[in-house]
């Protein structure tokens, strides 16, 4: 059974990185594109990065780009999420989702097209 796992969240002063892990377990990841979403309290979860199955695709939401950096190593089964210059409107939980192959495509970065959802790791931004 398709497992994900999320950690390497935590409190980061405004401006600081942190790097985030997602972990597969139960199947191999080489055929799943990976997505990272995230939800504040009181919003909706918003789909933050998303990398395709080999890693040779990627795609940003505009709030993140040139700030965030998504990466996976399918040898080891694992995906990183590098968050740079955060800032406090960064603070949510995050989660990291496998691409349905039905209906998954890269670039739409909706929820509804990943699942086996984990269960998330806080990021708080914060002074």
């Known amino acids: 059974q398709l497992q994900l796992v999320e950690s390497g969240g935590g409190l980061v002063q405004p401006g600081g990185s942190l790097r985030l892990s997602c972990a597969a377990s139960g199947f191999t990841l080489d055929y799943y594109a990976i997505g990272w979403f995230r939800q504040a309290p009181g919003r909706e979860r918003e789909g933050v990065s998303e990398?395709?199955?080999?890693?040779?695709?990627?795609n940003y939401a505009d709030s993140v780009k040139g700030r965030f950096t998504i990466s996976r190593d399918n040898d080891k089964n694992m995906v990183w999420l590098q968050m740079n210059s955060l800032k406090p409107e960064d603070t949510a939980v995050y989660y990291c989702?496998?691409?349905?192959?039905?209906?998954?495509?890269?670039?739409?970065?909706?929820?509804?097209?990943?699942?086996?959802w984990g269960r998330g790791t806080q990021v708080t931004v914060s002074s």
């Open positions: 990398i395709s199955s080999s890693g040779d695709a990627t």
């Open positions: 989702a496998a691409g349905r192959p039905e209906m998954y495509k890269l670039g739409v970065l909706s929820a509804a097209s990943f699942g086996s």
